[in-house]
């Protein structure tokens, strides 16, 4: 692995060939192990969502505008089309109150990304921003491919990673900016959607890392991402349904919910 080709590419181009070179590997968990509780607490929001499948039949504007952003999210983009899931999930973070008071979800923050000498961009689709912090606490990557297979979904969750390389060194630079100790290793958490439905990341990010990536090196110790995808009860037909049943809609929004502590919010 250590002899694998190191280039100085934008983190938007990362592939599973990527994280092998750069000594990081994924670790699918179950829900007790991922969010560390063995029962999801229940989702807060409106019992209208839990409990009506289409906004035609909503009688609260903002829940009708909540599922239509999820119908529209089920849309594949085109080509450069920008899809419907950032609109979705700065309206879902809204909904859910991970936006709220100091947080604010904000699209299209451009980073860069240090990599084999060169500034690369590091493009975020949709991310948690702490304005007391001044940092980012939360990352959304698009999988714009998620009808086409599973090597694009592959592909999402390394760009998401090398994403969370990209922010974890702005954050550490705004500290710097600020007077404030520059921090060793952080948890970035992290969230891959395809159409509707998310993965959630835990992604331990560490100097050693962003060194590595920074000279084109092997790192000699592993990052191992922790990973989960909610259990639902038709795996078969997740993708194309998404959070549009109920009970999918009911375990996804409690996954969102225990989610929040591991942000920090």
Same mark, same amino acid.
């Given at each position: ?14 592939? =599973? ?11 699918p968990q ?36 909540? @599922? ?18 950032t609109d ?8 859910? /109150?991970?936006?709220?008071?100091? /947080? ?56 998401? @990673? ?25 948890? @970035? ?21 962003? =060194?590595?990536?920074? /000279? ?50």
């Amino acid at each position: 692995m250590a002899n694998l080709i190191h280039s100085a590419k934008t983190a938007g181009a990362w592939t =599973t060939a990527d994280l092998d070179s750069y000594n990081i590997t994924l670790l699918p968990q179950n829900a007790a192990s991922f969010f560390d509780t063995q029962h999801l607490p229940q989702s807060t929001v409106n019992p209208e969502i839990l409990s009506v499948q289409n906004a035609s039949d909503m009688t609260i504007s903002d829940n009708q505008l909540l @599922i239509n952003l999820l119908d529209l999210a089920m849309i594949p983009a085109h080509g450069q089309e920008e899809s419907a899931v950032t609109d979705f999930m700065v309206y879902l973070f809204h909904t859910l /109150h991970y936006s709220s008071g100091h /947080h604010i979800a904000q699209t299209c923050r451009d980073f860069q990304l240090y990599i084999c000498g060169k500034w690369r961009q590091a493009k975020i689709n949709v991310c948690l921003f702490d304005c007391h912090q001044c940092n980012m606490i939360l990352l959304v990557q698009e999988d714009k491919h998620f009808r086409d297979g599973g090597m694009a979904q592959a592909n999402a969750q390394a760009q998401l @990673i090398a994403k969370a390389v990209a922010a974890f060194s702005w954050n550490n630079r705004q500290r710097e900016e600020a007077g404030q100790p520059l921090l060793e290793s952080k948890i @970035i958490p992290g969230i891959v959607m395809k159409g509707s439905l998310p993965t959630f990341f835990k992604i331990p990010v560490t100097q050693q890392l962003v =060194t590595a990536i920074m /000279h084109g090196q092997y790192p000699a110790e592993p990052t191992i991402v922790a990973v989960h995808f909610p259990d639902l009860s038709q795996p078969n037909l997740n993708w194309s349904e998404g959070m549009k049943p109920l009970d999918n809609r009911k375990h996804v929004l409690n996954c969102y919910e225990a989610f929040k502590a591991i942000v920090g919010i």
